[in-house]
């Protein structure tokens, strides 16, 4: 039997905001509402509105921003089959697509393609920054990829071989070097030519050749040295390759410097650019420019003499890509992370841009410059006067949620995890509240009667914020100057109170009109699980280890014990309403009456290995829902007899919160990654 976990590390991915903020001495503020519409292109978006930090300053979590453009970075899964049985699944679009890697614009600045450790190419809609597809290649890994002139063809580079995707259909085709007549090729940089020849930069076993020219499915030149050798030369692979706009010059670079020829293959200039990571010729095909080393240098293809330099970027790093703007005029590079501008007639820097960004750069026809950056930003984006666009987000869901519902008209659902995420019940995305990361678990919650949501995090810092408004009301810490640790969330049908589990052994009442704390509730040992309401709203159950435990509000006292049947459950679930507990033991599944405690049934799991994640009433079906392995499983409320499972993925991870729309119809389960919800 695998031990369940009673506390996850977060859920859902937040994209980064760039903003600090000095945590005030207020506890509670309101913000102003920010329009939620995308930033205009060229543009800089406006700063997001910060709401006050929690009171206690040595809380984990100091700043709180509300992304206003954060639903810009939300995607839907519009790309790749639903499991069987799923209606419909909110997530990210690149979830499960693996680290960014590279990426390439088409001509036309219409699509962004990324490609990824996991060989999967994502498409996005650089105008609304939101992805439109996913395309499937035979790659065997990912090198680098280009649009052809058209913008109708991907190309991806493997080490092996090259793939061509058709992006309207999402056919793919691969040659192998070996099958194009460059056996033994290994290939590390790609480049398109004017005319759509393909350019690969590499190294041949038993021979020298640094670069091939490929027309279709064949090699139509081979660059570099043509004499054998017993072992593969590795200084003298490719590290770059380029083609001059006019197509009569193609310059390889290698460690011995950059060869530069005439397309017919002869070789008219060595240049002294060494180990050249990236080259690129200006438009006029007068100049190519080499990233050699911690410069970058230009060279005449007159004389080919070096007619200037753009100078050290830094001295600690190499230059590791750079492309030139549509026009010509401006020179962007990026090395140690940073992305510096040049004016390509003076050789001066205009800006630096800091984003810990990736070796790959594209720019569009607008101006605008897009740069894979290292996770949490994804792939990020300036105007071609500097100003940092909103970024798009390409990371995926990488944790449990920990908290999902409904709200009460049935048409929005609110998940928490690493900070809170608000959907549309068909999946799309409306909004993130985003804190600064910190590791530490946000749980959600929509207040019923309002638009607002109520969130918590790990370290005890309670929000109430309305994201149509998109403004932040409360911000208090519940900590009280001594160490607090939340693990779960609950609020009472009226919306009044708020209550939440502490794991070091209490139960905090807090009122949520002004966020004061009602009451600390003592519960004598330490918190198990999440708190549950009754209906009406005057008792809170939660567990305790080796019981439950009621809490009456009014009172703010322990009323009740239950002991449980086994000590140390997995997934504990009170379920009022259905009079309740169940949670996971050994490979059953087990049911107690809530108001006495006696067993009510065990419903054994035919597995190994399984867990139990949360419970749930299905209300007039008589059942109740059970997240067992990768799956939800139904059992009659009042014998335990299986009534059927709803299929999720393949995680061997259990739902750690099931939600059922208000109507009945719909049950939503959150797994690692993803929520999904099946029509019942």
């Known amino acids: 039997m695998r031990a369940g976990s009673r ?42 509105p910060i709401a006050s930090a929690p009171a206690d300053p040595a809380a984990e979590d100091v700043a709180y921003p509300f992304d206003p453009f954060a639903d810009l970075r939300l995607t839907r899964a519009i ?32 699509r962004v393609a990324v490609c990824t450790t996991s060989y999967d190419i994502v498409l996005w809609d650089p105008a609304t920054g939101l992805p439109t597809k996913i395309l ?59 005319r759509d020849q393909w350019l690969v930069a590499g190294c041949a076993e038993y021979a020298r050749d640094s670069g091939l020219v490929l027309d279709g499915a064949r090699v139509q030149l081979a660059l570099g040295s043509l004499g054998r050798e017993n072992e ?39 240049l002294p650019a060494y180990w050249a990571h990236a080259l690129v010729f200006t438009p006029d095909s007068k100049q190519v420019l080499a990233a050699s080393g911690r410069a970058i240098n230009a060279f005449d293809l007159t004389t080919f003499d070096a007619v200037g330099s753009y100078g050290f970027l830094d001295n600690r790093f ?14 962007f590079a990026i090395s140690g992370g940073d992305l510096k501008a040049f004016d390509v007639a003076s050789h001066r820097e205009r800006w630096t841009g800091v984003a810990a960004i990736d070796a790959s750069i594209a720019t569009t026809p607008s101006g605008e410059v897009f740069a894979v950056s290292r996770a949490p930003q994804g792939l ?21 949620i920990e908290s999902l519902a ?27 509240f985003a804190r600064r990361p910190s590791g530490a678990t946000t749980y959600a919650r929509p207040r019923p009667g309002s638009s607002e949501i109520v969130t918590v995090t790990g370290t005890c810092a309670l929000h109430a914020w309305d994201p149509a408004a998109r403004t932040i009301r409360l911000a208090t810490s519940l900590a009280g100057g001594v160490r607090c640790h939340a693990i779960g969330l609950a609020i009472a049908p009226d919306g009044a109170t708020a209550a939440i589990a502490d794991e070091g052994g209490a139960l905090i009442l807090v009122e949520l009109a002004h966020g004061g704390v009602v009451a600390r509730v003592t519960l004598g040992q330490p918190s198990t699980s999440a708190p549950f309401f009754t209906d009406d709203g005057a008792r809170v159950w939660i567990g305790t280890g080796d019981e439950v435990v009621a809490v009456e509000v009014s009172r703010a006292a322990v009323v009740e014990h239950r002991a449980l049947a086994h000590p140390l459950p997995e997934g504990l679930t009170v379920i009022p309403a259905a009079n309740l507990i169940v949670y996971g033991h050994d490979t059953s599944v087990i049911a107690q009456a809530l108001d006495t405690g006696a067993a009510r049934w065990t419903a054994p799991i035919t597995s190994d290995e399984f867990e139990v994640g949360a419970a749930i009433d299905l209300r007039a079906r008589g059942e109740i829902a059970v997240g067992v392995r990768s799956d939800v499983v139904r059992f009659d409320a009042k014998t335990g007899a299986a009534r059927g499972t709803l299929h999720g993925e393949s995680t061997q991870s259990p739902a750690r919160a099931l939600a059922l729309a208000p109507d009945g119809k719909r049950l939503l389960a959150a797994f690692p990654g993803e929520v999904i919800g099946w029509d019942l």
């Open 318 to 331: 190499f230059t590791e890509a750079m492309a030139l703007s549509r026009d010509g005029k401006t020179l």
């Open 7 to 48: 506390r996850w590390v977060a859920v859902v991915a937040v994209a980064a905001c760039g903003h600090a903020a000095t945590p005030p001495t207020t506890a509670t503020t309101a913000t102003t509402a920010h329009d939620s519409a995308p930033p205009a292109a060229g543009t800089t978006a406006p700063s997001s």
């Open 380 to 400: 990020a984006r300036w105007s071609a006067a500097g100003a940092r666009l909103a970024p798009y987000d390409l990371a995926r869901h990488d944790g449990a």
């Open 136 to 194: 499937t290649t035979l790659a065997q890994d990912c090198q680098a990829l280009a649009f052809s002139r058209d913008g109708k063809r991907l190309m991806v580079l493997d080490y092996e071989g090259l793939s061509t995707i058709d992006v309207a259909s999402g056919s793919s085709a691969r040659v192998s070097f070996a099958d194009a007549g460059a056996g033994g090729f290994h290939a590390t940089r790609l480049a398109r030519g004017p």
């Open 232 to 270: 593969l030369d590795s200084e003298r692979c490719g590290t770059a390759i380029a083609m001059s706009p006019d197509g009569a010059w193609i310059a390889v670079a290698s460690e011995h410097g950059t060869q530069v020829y005439r397309t017919s293959g002869e070789v008219v200039a060595h």
């Open 406 to 432: 409904f709200f009460d008209d049935g048409r929005q659902i609110v998940s928490g995890g690493d900070g809170a995420r608000v959907w549309r019940a068909d999946g799309t995305p409306l909004a993130t």
């Open 79 to 110: 790309g790749g089959p639903l499991p069987r049985g799923v209606a419909v699944r909110f997530g990210n679009l690149a979830s499960g697509t693996g680290t960014p890697e590279h990426l390439a614009i088409s001509d036309d600045g219409a």
